[in-house]
């Protein structure tokens, strides 16, 4: 199976005069998930819709491999990266089922129909995301929590090598957060990458290989969770007492906030 890196080199990007990205050089192995976390408003959802193409005007470059992001055909590029966007609010007269073989559609010439192919990818992905019984169902009168799988569906129906996904469990209750997390881990074993942002350090204590601290507008500090994912770091990144403990039963640290 064709597996991607994605890196970035200098990464930078401003709205008009706001600075919000600087000199950003991250990195993802094939098969690797790095966990994005950040204070509100640091520009997570900034970095991820650079690094999935949503935002061009970036100054540095993002590579795929070893190719700029800004040379791939836009063909090519849904091929390799998708992005699960925060949209728990699209309204949609789609049912799910379409909403997902648009997923499917770089894969055609837009004379095209769907062919069969689709049609079992789009189911077995409607399965994955434990929406079997929303099949017909459209978007609108779904919940946000369902919605927020449904666009995950919908990304991993253009079956990229590396997905990009912007707070993939914020709507989602826990039994749903554990599906989307399995689902994360069950890519990665596939040799997917990912990059996911969370305002949960127990989300990347599971399922992250890398961590990457927004630290603030100038600083982007990645390695290990290990490395990372400490108590020092994350109480100076939220400027409060962050305080983890050890939990034998699920064998991790558990992440919790100190108050006095
Ligand atoms: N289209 C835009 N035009 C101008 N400024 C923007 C735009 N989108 C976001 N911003 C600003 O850029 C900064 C970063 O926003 P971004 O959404 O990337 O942060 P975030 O870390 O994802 O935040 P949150 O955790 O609250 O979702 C914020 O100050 C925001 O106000």
Not at 17 to 33: R, S
Not at 142 to 153: E, K, P, V
Not at 167 to 187: C, F, G, H, W
């Amino acid at each position: 199976m064709l597996e991607s890196r994605i890196t970035t080199q200098n990464l930078s990007f401003a709205y008009k005069t706001k600075q919000i990205i600087n000199n950003v050089d991250l990195n993802v192995a094939a098969g690797q998930v790095l966990v994005i976390l950040g204070p509100n408003g640091i520009g997570k959802s900034t970095l991820l819709n650079c690094l999935s193409g949503v935002l061009n005007k970036y100054q540095g470059d993002i590579l795929v491999n070893d190719q700029s992001l800004r040379q791939l055909t836009i063909k090519d590029l849904s091929h390799q990266v998708a992005l699960v966007s925060q949209g728990v609010n699209i309204k949609s007269s789609l049912t799910l089922f379409d909403y997902l073989l648009l997923g499917r559609s770089s894969f055609h010439s837009i004379f095209d129909q769907p062919d069969d192919h689709d049609k079992t990818i789009v189911k077995q992905i409607i399965q994955q995301i434990g929406l079997e019984n929303y099949t017909n169902i459209s978007l609108q009168s779904m919940s946000g929590g369902q919605r927020q799988l449904a666009i995950i569906g919908r990304a991993l129906a253009q079956e990229p090598q590396i997905l990009i996904m912007d707070e993939p469990t914020s709507a989602l209750d826990y039994r749903n957060q554990t599906v989307v997390l399995k689902l994360i881990k069950m890519l990665s074993d596939q040799g997917i990458s990912i990059v996911m942002s969370t305002h949960d350090p127990n989300q990347a204590q599971m399922v992250g290989d890398q961590v990457g601290l927004l630290i603030d507008n100038q600083t982007y500090k990645q390695g290990p969770v290990n490395e990372i994912l400490t108590d020092k770091y994350l109480s100076k990144l939220y400027g409060i007492p962050i305080i983890s403990t050890y939990n034998e039963l699920v064998d991790r640290k558990i992440f919790g906030i100190g108050m006095d």
